[in-house]
């Protein structure tokens, strides 16, 4: 985020000329300390929340997809063989692919119970090219995904837990640079216009390619502008 970037260059900014500025200013000492430790711990949240891993995820997506080849290969073989001996009380279980991988998980696990069950109802599937490891693989498979089916949900509401804390965190950064550091930055620089210069170089949220700015962040570059001007 363009955010944290420009949070952690004003920290760099602020903690190099950290003793002079608190000469001019001594509240600066605990608040340059304060404002590290926040921009510390917003940069560690947005690295986390980044490249976390996802277990769960990966793991329902290979019990998935082991547990569909599987069990459709057990159906052609139950269907190979309700059709040539024509037994009607025998659950129909001529699914395809995408009936088995695009509904609801719990949609998938019943059908592909079905035809696990199914095809160990039948004493000559063996004839129909189905061995026993056949089906212990296809159970294994639907054990392991029927444990993690819902993991992911889980997973996704923690994520979303923690770009909640990171935005407000980094909002809190924000009002302490708006509300306190900025006007204060001022007040010690009076002397220095190269340091203060230096510090609104830093304070830049930097435009990304060619997108347009949302409406928060063209008022905030308006805000910063107008300021500039009214000195």
């Known amino acids: 985020m363009r955010q944290i970037q420009m949070l952690q260059k004003v920290t760099r900014v602020l ?5 002079w500025i608190s000469k001019n200013v001594p509240a600066f000492t605990e608040l340059i300390e304060d404002f590290e430790i926040s ?4 940069s560690d949240l947005s690295m986390k929340v980044d490249s976390e891993y996802r277990p769960a995820t990966y793991l329902k997506s290979g019990s998935k997809a082991g547990l569909v080849n599987s069990v459709l290969k057990l159906s052609k073989a139950a269907t190979a063989y309700n059709q040539r001996r024509k037994q009607e009380e025998l659950a129909k279980v001529d699914f395809t692919r995408s009936q088995l991988t695009r509904p609801k998980p719990e949609v998938v696990a019943e059908r592909c ?3 696990i069950d199914t095809a160990k109802s039948i004493g000559s599937i063996k004839q129909y090219g189905i061995k026993p490891e056949d089906i212990r693989t296809a159970e294994k498979y639907y054990d392991v995904f029927l444990k993690n089916m819902h993991a992911p949900k889980v997973e996704k509401n923690s994520r979303k837990n923690q770009r909640t804390e990171l935005n407000k965190l980094i909002h809190e950064c924000m009002l ?3 509300k306190q550091i900025d006007g204060l930055v001022e007040i010690a620089c009076e002397d220095n216009p190269l340091f203060l210069t230096k510090y609104r170089s ?5 435009k990304v ?3 347009r700015l949302s409406l928060k962040e063209e008022s905030y570059h308006k805000s910063r502008t107008k300021k500039k001007k009214l000195k």
């Open 15 to 19: 903690t190099q000329e950290k003793k």
């Open 39 to 42: 921009v510390k711990q917003v």
């Open 113 to 115: 119970k079905l035809i």
């Open 176 to 178: 302490s640079l708006e």
């Open 202 to 206: 830093a304070r830049k949220v930097l």
């Open 209 to 211: 390619g060619m997108g």
